[in-house]
């Protein structure tokens, strides 16, 4: 089976209608005609050098729009001549086609622009500052997590869950921007449990793995998510980084996130080959803990999730070493009138409302 | 191209209260760059005269080098009237001397609190180029903005530009301002990642000046 990106079959196809109808002319170059509003062009092209594909419209508008191209992934390279691709979607007559997927880059130069001469404040995403950890011991592999999201300097989430569930037998944990994380393992997710149903069998590590590498590759490092997948399948206990650009490792024991560094050095004092599940445990837990109180983007409990062949354990906080350190016994009462009402001013929206009895019911 | 950047945000978090009578001055004691942790047993508070005490947060460098300078100056005065620096008249050298250095300012945000000459409680606010305000209470640092509010809610003052004047200063007994200044940096080390380790409060009132000690969170 060999692979066609979507965009060929449509050339193809408008290759040979083209020969069959004849010569038309295209629908942009000509004075007074303007490309079609959806481009995927990647925001360092150099628009002076472009390879265009053209994917024309064509009698048959609907069906060739599903299966428009979603995502350009020629990535540059020192060595070629600067070759971009920029794909257009067709007209397809009129404008109320929603983009069927990729990333529309369309308003970044206006986002830019924007940023430097009015100074408008961009919104930041959710990041997690996270420290993640997954180890491989005799009968299985251990995940662990923190539990703090942050937002910039602030903690959004105190208890939120970064092991994310792939398969019963594969769990993911995920550092980076929230979303993302949650997207990418959710959308692999399901696509392994269809996976399953094809082939009337359990999921592999591997597959997770590869379907996670070629979906953050074809997004080119944009989809910020960087994991730690482990799991226990007919091959055995595996366990897998995954980085936002797309590379993947194979380790006995590994670390992701801003926390990494902290729980890497007690890894690598204290890890072995063959621990048994309580030390495995132990240390998974000692490094996230290194995490929380050394790294400030992490924080706050620790999850840890057990996979071993034909079980696994979801051991949510299973250490929470951070409690508040102090309650005010006095508490606090938000009496009417504590927050000084300066003014009040009344204005009437409508000058009439009037409750007509017994009208029609609204309709659905 | 890189460029020499002097300044650095090493965190941290100060607040003062004023009482009838008493000033509650604390901070955290946790110093980080970035996502790091430098020490989490750093002080922000240094006791300028027996009345007096200021609370600093933002570049370490420039706390140190201002707090030694103010230090030195209030040795000045003593020698030059025979007494120590009341209150006010630290505030006002405080401000002067941020202001000297406003084209190169210290990257520090003040509190400073203490007791006036009538022995009532008084706590001064800063910017980093030396505008200061008196007022009952205040807070500054990178858990400001989420214990302001609090504080505005808990402790109403009156508007300053009420006629006749009115008092600042909270009507609450020492314990209850020394027990919501704990409760409010509890809530502040939860959600701010640059608060905590440990809370140094200090109290100053007609008895001197005493500290207490308690634990934050340290994640």
């Known amino acids: ?364 | 191209m890189a460029r020499f950047d002097p300044y650095e945000n090493n965190g941290g978090t100060c607040v003062a209260v004023a009482g009838d009578g008493y000033c509650v001055v604390a901070a955290d004691t946790r110093l980080s760059v970035g996502y790091s942790i430098l020490s989490r047993d750093q002080s922000k508070i240094s006791e300028l005269a027996d009345k007096c005490v200021l609370a600093s947060s933002g570049f370490q460098g420039d706390i140190k080098a201002l707090q030694k300078n103010l230090a030195a100056k209030e040795l000045v005065y003593e020698h030059n009237h025979n007494k120590k620096m009341s209150c006010p008249a630290m505030a006002q050298l405080l401000s002067n001397t941020l202001y000297y250095k406003r084209f190169f300012p210290y990257y520090t945000f003040n509190v400073l609190g203490g007791l006036d000459s009538q022995g009532k409680g008084c706590v001064f606010t800063y910017d980093a180029v030396g505008s200061y305000e008196r007022t009952g209470y205040s807070a500054q640092g990178t858990g400001a903005k989420l214990i302001m509010p609090v504080l505005d809610n808990q402790l109403k003052s009156p508007s300053p530009l009420l006629l006749p004047a009115q008092d600042a200063v909270t009507p609450l007994s020492e314990s209850d301002a020394v027990d919501l200044v704990k409760d409010v940096f509890a809530s502040a080390t939860e959600r701010d990642i640059y608060t905590g380790d440990k809370l140094e409060i200090v109290v100053i009132n007609s008895s001197g000046i005493h500290r207490e000690c308690i634990e934050l969170r340290k994640d």
């Open chain 1, 1 to 364: 089976l060999t692979r066609v990106w979507p965009c060929e079959l449509s050339i193809k196809r408008t290759l040979k209608r083209k020969k069959a109808n004849g010569p038309t002319s295209p629908r942009w170059g000509k004075p007074g005609t303007k490309p079609p509003p959806r481009s995927f062009l990647l925001p360092q092209s150099n628009p002076d050098s472009l390879l265009q594909l053209h994917i024309r419209d064509s009698g048959e508008q609907q069906i060739e729009a599903t299966k428009a191209p979603l995502l350009v992934a020629l990535a540059p390279s020192p060595h070629s001549d600067q070759v971009r691709a920029l794909v257009t979607r067709p007209m397809a007559g009129s404008m109320d086609l929603p983009t069927k997927g990729g990333f529309d880059f369309g308003l970044c130069r206006r986002n830019q622009m924007l940023a430097e001469k009015q100074g408008l404040k961009i919104p930041g995403f959710l990041k997690t500052g996270t420290t993640i950890v997954g180890l491989v011991f005799k009968d299985g592999v251990v995940l662990g997590a923190d539990t703090r999201a942050t937002e910039g300097p602030i903690v959004a989430d105190k208890n939120c869950e970064k092991i994310h569930f792939m398969a019963p037998n594969i769990y993911c944990c995920g550092a980076g921007t929230a979303a993302d994380t949650e997207a990418v393992t959710d959308m692999v997710s399901s696509q392994l449990q269809l996976h399953r149903y094809a082939t009337g069998r359990e999921s592999r590590v591997v597959t997770a793995l590869t379907l996670l590498k070629s979906h953050l590759f074809k997004y080119q490092g944009h989809v910020s998510a960087a994991l730690v997948l482990g799991g226990v399948d007919c091959t055995g206990p595996h366990l897998h980084t995954v980085y936002p650009h797309g590379s993947t490792d194979t380790l006995p024991f590994a670390t992701m996130g801003s926390g990494s560094l902290a729980a890497m050095s007690v890894f690598e004092s204290k890890f072995k080959e063959g621990l048994t599940r309580e030390e495995g445990i132990e240390l998974v837990a000692e490094a996230i803990s290194a995490g929380i109180f050394n790294d400030l983007g992490s924080g706050s409990n620790v999850d840890v999730c057990v996979i071993t062949k034909g079980k696994t354990e979801y051991l949510r906080n299973h250490l929470l070493p951070n409690p508040r350190t102090y309650n005010s016994s006095k508490g606090y009462s938000f009496t009417k009138g504590q927050t000084e009402i300066l003014s009040t001013k009344i204005t009437q929206l409508k000058p009439n409302v009037e409750v007509a009895e017994g009208g029609d019911a609204m309709e659905e």
